[in-house]
């Protein structure tokens, strides 16, 4: 038993010796604790930035591919550019995309704009390709306008 509180008078001596020592230096315990945990939150709001970033390359990517498919649809089929046959294909590719609800996706409107632009059409043409693939909806239209302008 004498032992026993031999060690403990000796474990409490220690870390009075080691408190005192930090204190006179300047430094206290959650000084030192302090730039652990921020680098904590600095490596979790890194991987959020990671996540936006890969988010955002994935966008371009689909409103990409809907734009290529416009173009390509638009040269094979520039005499019967039929409406269902684009839309199908267009669901083809918002499902290559992971993309569920792509008829209200504005990518897929500004990618269709982004096609119509490289696929050279203007002027009479250009709306009535927007209000045909936008089935007549002003924001989708928008949209498609906004596309054709980047």
Known sequence: MVSFLGNVKTMSLAVLGVSAALTLSGCSIS???????????SSASSNNSSEKDKKADDDNR????VQDFTVTFLRTNSSQANQ??????????ASQNSIV?????????RGIGKGLKKAKISGYQLEFYKKKFAN??????DDIQEGYED
């Open 31 to 41: 000084d030192s604790v302090g730039p652990i945990s921020g680098s904590t939150g």
């Open 62 to 65: 689909y409103e990409n591919e």
């Open 84 to 93: 269902n046959s684009f839309m199908k294909g267009i669901s083809d590719v």
């Open 101 to 109: 609800d792509w008829e209200a996706n504005p990518q897929t409107y």
């Open 136 to 141: 007549g909806d002003s924001g989708k239209m």
